[in-house]
């Protein structure tokens, strides 16, 4: 994932390779951005296995969606639907270009900020949230407030976060339940359920 090869048609400083589903194998570039740390092909193969009962069917959020990785990984592994949030207006012309090479009409892409979306805008409950934000900027414990409070979230959704601390320091919604964690280099990697009485 982190070695580009062949011609990037974003001018970007990388390669991601969808895992499994109907777009299996299929490689993409994307544009380098401001604080983009691509989760590895190992782990999101790890997460998606976790999440295999949970994602045929499933409305998808990504709030900082990045290169897509995820996005398109869950739709091509049958997610309903799936929406991505994204400050970078490269990375969203990329993604939206990815989509529309895929011809792909289930996924959204929106140049937004994530916080002040999820702040301001009317709430559709979603299945499957990932929350991989730029580190050191006090963006994860807010959007995960905010997905709790403002009606994000499906009654038993699922929330996958990384993270620059460990999970049981992230201070995330009470009635959240972490599901599993793991550690690769100096990311945590943790995948919560969220449980009813929030």
């Not at 309903?80 to 990815?98: E, I, K, M, W, Y």
């Not at 959204?108 to 979306?117: E, I, M, P, T």
């Not at 997905?147 to 460990?166: D, F, H, K, N, Q």
Request: charged residues 20%; contains cysteine; aromatic residues 8%.
């Amino acid at each position: 994932m982190r070695k580009p090869s062949g011609k990037p048609t974003h001018g970007g400083g990388g390669q991601l390779r969808i895992i499994a589903g109907q777009w299996r194998s299929r490689r993409f570039a994307f544009p380098d951005g401001p604080g983009l740390r691509p989760t590895p092909d190992r782990v999101r193969e790890t997460l998606f296995n976790w999440l295999a009962p949970h994602i045929e069917g499933a409305r998808v959020l990504d709030c900082f969606a990045g290169s897509g990785a995820m996005l398109l990984e869950s739709l091509s592994r049958g997610a309903a639907s799936a929406l991505g949030l994204d400050l970078n207006p490269q990375s969203v012309a990329a993604l939206r270009g990815h989509l529309t090479t895929l011809d792909c009409t289930t996924g959204q892409v929106q140049q937004v900020d994530a916080l002040r979306h999820l702040e301001s805008q009317p709430a559709t409950p979603f299945d499957l949230v990932f929350l991989d934000p730029p580190f050191h900027q006090n963006l994860l414990a807010p959007a995960c407030a905010l997905l709790e409070e403002r009606g994000w979230l499906a009654s038993r959704a699922w929330v996958y976060c990384e993270s620059e601390t460990a999970p049981s320091a992230l201070g995330l919604p009470g009635n959240w339940r972490l599901h599993r964690e793991k550690k690769a280099g100096q990311v945590y990697y943790s995948l919560w359920e969220r449980t009813q009485g929030g």
